[in-house]
């Protein structure tokens, strides 16, 4: 079982910029897509982005395209979520999961995933 942990959450104003990190540890993150999801209080989890296992794939959300960027070293076991231009609507939990057996049409149903990290707090003041 991979274990995942978030980092580099934080408070941010409104057009500013974070980078998310998604360390792995316990097994190798390079046979695995790799996904970040976001939740505000009182909303349903939602898919942000997702990097296939060699990296030469992405698919993004339509609320955050244009303005995120997810990457990924396989060397370091590490996912990021480059997020520039944050909003207000962007304040969430954002969470990081894994797995070998998510396809590309499942992909951004939380269910399809199989391991996940604790969550990191993004806030966007205006």
């Known amino acids: 079982q991979v274990k995942l942990v978030e980092s580099g959450g934080g408070l941010v104003q409104a057009g500013g910029s974070l980078r998310l990190s998604c360390a792995a540890s316990?097994?190798?993150?390079?046979?695995?897509?790799v996904a970040w999801f976001r939740q505000a209080p009182g909303k349903e989890r939602e898919f942000v982005a997702v990097i296939s296992r060699s990296g030469g794939s992405t698919i993004y959300g339509d609320s955050v395209k244009g303005r995120f960027t997810i990457s990924r070293d396989n060397a370091k076991n590490t996912v990021y979520l480059q997020m520039n231009s944050l909003k207000p609507e962007d304040t969430a939990v954002y969470y990081c999961?894994?797995?070998?057996?998510?396809?590309?049409?499942?992909?951004?149903?939380?269910?399809?995933?199989?391991?996940w990290g604790q969550g990191a707090q993004v806030t966007v003041s205006s």
């Open positions: 999961a894994a797995d070998d057996k998510v396809t590309w049409i499942t992909t951004r149903q939380p269910t399809q995933w199989g391991s």
């Open positions: 316990g097994l190798s993150f390079s046979g695995k897509a």
